[in-house]
């Protein structure tokens, strides 16, 4: 999205082609359906599982280098629903 295809720094290189493999929307969506099963009381979601997404979004979106994979208004959108319930 907003992240060049071709860079010279291998760090950048190697999270696009993983985040292509497993694109960002995917881990929030996954998220996302968990949370709605938490909220029907089909699942319970332990505080460790909380702490690591929460650690992971966290960290993804106030590192400049992986922010622009999440910076598109779908994943904004799925990341607004969701921060309520961290």
């Known amino acids: 999205e907003g992240v060049p295809l071709e860079s010279e720094d291998v760090v950048l290189r190697n999270l696009q ?3 292509q493999k497993h694109p960002i929307a995917e881990f929030l969506k996954a998220i ?4 709605k099963l938490h909220e ?3 699942r319970k979601l332990t505080d460790f599982f909380m702490q690591v ?3 992971f979004i966290w960290h993804c979106w106030a590192m400049p280098m992986f922010r622009p994979f ?5 994943n904004l ?3 607004a629903t ?3 319930v961290f």
Do not use: D, I, W
């Open 32 to 35: 996302e359906g968990q949370v």
């Open 70 to 74: 999440f910076n598109s208004p779908s």
């Open 53 to 55: 997404t929460l650690k």
């Open 40 to 42: 029907r009381g089909h």
């Open 17 to 19: 082609a993983a985040f």
């Open 77 to 79: 959108e799925t990341l």
């Open 82 to 84: 969701l921060m309520p």
